[in-house]
């Protein structure tokens, strides 16, 4: 196994950029890291697919690029809370806390249990892993099988908490708004007047030309497409 893992590192140091490791670092990505492009990674994950004990290796030499690999590579529905609490202790930067750790809590058939433990947390990367969990779970769960009442409150939360919220937090929270308003039938057009009395939210967005997606625009462009409600068999990619 920690031939694999070595191997692996030394592809994954081979297949790093100068230019991506930049782009990475002005997002706010936290070293070691080689800067991988995500679609260079394939032929490594297509290997070793579903490879779960070699995915959790990886995600334990703390570089970003196969802790990304890991939440890629593993196999979610083997994955336990123990291991996903760990994995967001372990979490240095938000791509690995808001889709990396996220992505795999919400196909892990321990999505709902951990998304509302994290919120609750006061670490930014452990509440931001939580709201984006919530999101995914919003594209990934049949709508008869979510509390609408849970979310009804999870969205006069947001309207109440985000202009005050820690800052990666408040992009996933508005993201939680978007996913609401596109995937859940039920509080979609809740979600959309929620959006519309947030406002535009204003998050660092580090040394990049980002922008924070303005949900009600986002939320329409869903629903004129014809794909309100339009779930997804998978979040990670």
């Known amino acids: 196994m920690m031939n694999q893992v070595k191997d692996i590192m030394t592809q994954l140091a081979a297949l790093g950029s100068e230019q991506t490791l930049k782009t990475f670092l002005n997002h706010g990505g936290v070293e070691p890291m080689y800067g991988v492009k995500i679609g260079d990674m ?23 690029d196969a802790m990304y690999l890991a939440g890629l590579m593993s196999n979610p529905s083997l994955l336990t809370p123990e291991v996903l609490d760990e994995w967001i202790e372990r979490a240095p930067w938000h791509m690995i806390s808001e ?57 006069d939360r947001v309207e109440r908490e985000i202009h005050d919220a820690p800052n990666q937090v408040r992009y996933v929270m508005n993201g939680f708004v978007i996913a609401v308003g596109s995937y859940y039938k039920p509080l979609a057009e809740k979600a959309m007047a929620i959006g ?42």
């Not at 980002?210 to 004129?224: E, M, R, S």
């Open 42 to 64: 394939k032929p490594i994950l297509k290997k070793h697919k579903n490879n779960h004990q070699l995915a959790l290796e990886l995600y334990k030499t703390g570089n970003s």
């Open 99 to 155: 889709f990396t750790v996220a992505w795999n809590a919400a196909e892990s058939p321990y999505g709902f249990e951990m998304a509302r433990k994290w919120i609750e947390s006061d670490k930014e990367l452990t509440a931001d892993a939580g709201w984006s969990t919530w999101g995914c779970l919003m594209a990934l769960t049949p709508d008869e099988k979510i509390d609408k009442e849970e979310i009804d409150q999870l969205l």
């Open 196 to 237: 519309n009395r947030i406002g535009k939210v204003k998050v660092n967005m580090g040394n990049t030309a980002c922008k924070v997606p303005y949900a009600p625009d986002y939320i329409q462009k869903i629903w004129d497409a014809g794909r309100l409600g339009v779930k997804r068999k998978e979040v990670r990619c």
